[in-house]
């Protein structure tokens, strides 16, 4: 027999009622069920405390459901408010995500690395990134719990615990997405800026805008564009700036590679005298290609806009779009590095890479139009990138408003958090313009995220029998990855300190 107290506990599933389908085990969002007990310390003036516990729907609770109470949280928030999503809304998120400005980077790390090790280090990563992917997709929802992990902050934080968690991801995922947006404007404004002379042409007589104004002017645009609900509703969005993408990477090797080598172009690795400036250096250039696999940390969010049933998970269409985004990623990114890099060699401009040299070796013997049209892909991919990266940052701002308050975010204030957001990193843009010379840096910081966690929450999650294949893998990958981001991170600031940044606050 059940104790009174026990009878008239309540159970909290974190999903929205219109999430959870009649015939699934998953939830929705949140990966906590949380019971409310009674005959514990009450706070908040009658509220129960709450023990967080995973249960599949699958037990006897699924007998209980009709008890239960659905906490709304998820149907409230842009990651999460619309789940009609499909394999190819995934493969145009994925694509928007997982290729764009950092890729231009990617032959000055070949500078450093030479031919063959820049391509086997490329490679390696990439493979290396394809299997920490398909772990997160494979994690997303579990059958043995019944849980589904819809923001990678929140399996992180389920997996090793609120506090550690929270350490562990939230710098990286914020500073992945914040950080992000601010690198997008600085590129888009600067782009905009080229756009207008190349149109305008030598001869012209208006007064062009300032720095500054352009990336006001872009910034506007983003914010603007930021007003679209969730993430769903900017799969369209996410489509043009994918396309963009693959139109000026192919646009940028086809034109280095039609005009032919620089005259004098040297292969030769450039290495420093010194033993410690060379190791260091080595590892800047390996911190490039970790930057330019970035997009993870938008995987779960990604599949968390797709529907799921008990007979059909999530996994095979996001699998499926993931495949063929990536397919079309390494197609764009490959011919870029070893493209790039065969035509200028170790002329390859250090700031800006690839985009910085088709304007300063082909200025004047290239098509203006070809210029005008790879100037215009940058700004629209610029602005698309820019709208799927602040998903994360808006669905947290939002969501802090939503615990408090206990009820949906009101359209105003939902676009008063945006446009602060947009705002916000205008005016960090502005105040730090020379951010991109941290591309190696940003790597090292990027790294635990792609090419680390991943592993650990599979060995936490599912696991695999001590000294298996699948054990030994994730852990020499897990420790690999986690060594790597402290040696790049330590290498970035080697190279900023030694090679030194012309620091310019607000004077973009």
């Not at 999903?15 to 969002?29: T, V």
């Not at 207008?196 to 012209?204: A, S």
């Not at 940028?252 to 250096?281: H, K």
């Not at 290609?289 to 990604?302: D, S, Y």
Request: glycine letters at 8%; hydrophobic letters at 45%.
């Amino acid at each position: 027999m059940e104790s009174p107290a026990a009878e008239e506990q309540e159970l909290v599933v974190s999903a929205p009622p219109m999430q959870l389908h009649d015939n699934s085990p998953y939830f929705s969002g949140k990966p906590l069920l949380l019971v409310e007990h009674s005959d514990v310390t009450k706070r908040r003036g009658g509220t129960h405390s709450l023990t967080p516990f995973f249960t599949p729907l699958g037990s006897p609770i699924r007998r209980a459901i009709q008890m239960t109470k659905f906490d709304p949280q998820d149907a409230w928030l842009p990651i999460t408010e619309s789940r009609n999503g499909n394999a190819f809304y995934a493969a145009f998120h994925t694509l928007c995500s997982g290729i764009g400005i950092q890729a231009l980077v990617l032959p000055v790390s070949f500078t450093i690395l030479g031919w063959t090790w820049g391509v086997i280090c490329l490679t390696i990563a990439f493979v290396w990134q394809m299997y920490t992917l398909c772990l997160l997709v494979k994690l997303h929802e579990s059958p043995e719990t019944g849980v589904r992990y819809s923001r990678y902050l929140h399996i992180c934080q389920a997996t090793f615990g609120n506090k550690l968690g929270k350490l562990m991801a939230i710098f990286p995922i914020m500073y992945l997405s914040g950080g992000t947006c601010v690198a997008l404007i600085i590129v888009g404004g600067s782009t905009l800026n080229l756009f207008f002379q190349i149109i305008c042409g030598h001869g012209c007589n208006a007064k062009p805008l300032t720095t500054v104004e352009w990336y006001l002017v872009f910034t506007c645009a983003a914010v603007l564009l930021s007003q679209l609900p969730n993430l769903n509703s900017i799969a369209g969005v996410s489509l043009i700036g994918a396309a963009t993408a693959i139109g000026y990477c192919t646009i940028m090797w086809l034109v280095a590679v039609t005009e032919g080598r620089l005259e004098g172009v040297s292969y030769d690795p450039v290495g420093p005298v010194e033993n410690v400036a060379l190791i260091f250096g080595v590892l800047n250039a390996l911190g490039i290609i970790a930057f330019a696999f970035r997009g993870h940390n938008l995987i779960l969010e990604i599949q968390a806009t797709m529907p799921s049933s008990e007979k059909r998970t999530t996994y095979v269409p996001m699998w499926r779009g993931v495949k063929v985004a990536y397919l079309i990623i390494a197609l764009c990114l490959f011919p870029l590095a070893i493209g790039g890099y065969w035509a200028y060699g170790q002329k390859i401009p250090e700031n800006g890479g690839m985009l910085t040299a088709i304007y300063a070796y082909h200025g004047r013997d290239t098509s203006q139009f070809v210029l005008a049209l790879t100037s215009l892909l940058v700004i629209i991919n610029s602005v698309s990138s820019f709208q799927i990266y602040g998903m994360p940052m808006f669905d947290d701002m939002e969501s802090k408003y939503t615990k408090r308050k206990n009820k949906p975010c009101p359209w105003w204030l939902r676009a008063l958090f945006r446009t602060m957001f947009g705002y916000g990193c205008f005016f960090v843009a502005v105040a730090i313009p020379f951010l991109g010379s941290f591309a190696g840096l940003t790597g090292g910081v990027a790294v635990p995220v792609t090419f680390a966690y991943p592993c650990f929450l599979w060995l936490k999650i599912k696991k695999p029998k001590k000294y298996s294949m699948m054990w030994v893998l994730n852990w020499v990958l897990g420790a690999s990855g986690m060594v790597l981001s402290v040696v790049l991170i330590a290498a970035g600031v080697y190279v900023v300190i030694d090679a030194g940044i012309e620091v310019s606050f607000f004077k973009p």
